[in-house]
T-cell receptor, first 114, second 110 residues
């Protein structure tokens, strides 16, 4: 059982470039989300989805787009990369939006924007 | 809104030492409380959780009790091992999405 799979693990972008961070889960979880982790800031929610076709903004959504065409996949798009988006990105999923279930996390994507 | 405050460290302990990581929260209603652990180079893993007052979560020798009267969920382990070296996050699930503390880095030396 793969759980939550994120690709790539590492990426270097130039300012202004665009890219998509991939996230896939095989647990039939309805709820998926993207976080970024920065030193001294903990984890901050970027976007989330409660099911296919439904997405919403989190705490820090600017500069990022998401879509959820299938239950399994929840890609995160950087439209025009900026150095402030240098971070480690984590995808997480859960059986339900009900937070008592806890989340399953991917292993992360370390992004550097130069 | 909901928030979590936890010890930030970093903390260095010797093997077999006692560990306490403090976590307090602010929330409306009756949130669920979690401890997540992040080992080097990996994502976060759920360590333990408690969903109502006075519940005790436990796993891998770690324990935490949901204390509503003090709005706390402190993590404890009686004897840490080198393999416990990691970053520990306290988290709250209430009326909003899961909210995380800033994390505390623990290093355990042999």
């Amino acid at each position: 059982n793969a759980g939550v799979t994120q690709t790539p693990k590492f990426q270097v972008l130039k300012t202004g470039q665009s890219m998509t961070l991939q996230c896939a889960q095989d647990m039939n979880h309805e709820y998926m989300s993207w976080y970024r982790q920065d030193p001294g800031m903990g984890l901050r929610l970027i976007h989330y989805s409660v099911g296919a076709g439904i997405t919403d903004q989190g705490e820090v959504p600017n500069g990022y787009n998401v879509s959820r065409s299938t239950t399994e996949d929840f890609p995160l798009r950087l439209l025009s990369a900026a150095p402030s988006q240098t971070s480690v990105y984590f995808c997480a999923s859960s059986y339900s939006e009900a937070v008592g279930y806890g989340y399953t996390f991917g292993s992360g994507t370390r992004l550097t924007v130069v | 809104g909901d928030s979590v405050t936890q010890m930030e460290g970093p903390v260095t302990l010797s093997e077999e030492a006692f560990l306490t990581i403090n976590c307090t929260y602010t929330a409306t209603g009756y949130p669920s409380l979690f401890w997540y652990v992040q080992y080097p180079g990996e994502g976060l893993q759920l360590l333990l959780k408690a969903t109502k007052a006075d519940d005790k979560g436990s796993n891998k020798g770690f324990e935490a009790t949901y204390r509503k009267e003090t709005t706390s969920f402190h993590l404890e382990k009686g004897s840490v091992q080198v393999s416990d070296s990691a970053v520990y996050f306290c988290a709250l699930g209430g009326s909003e999405k899961l909210v995380f503390g800033k994390g505390m880095k623990l290093t355990v030396n042999p």
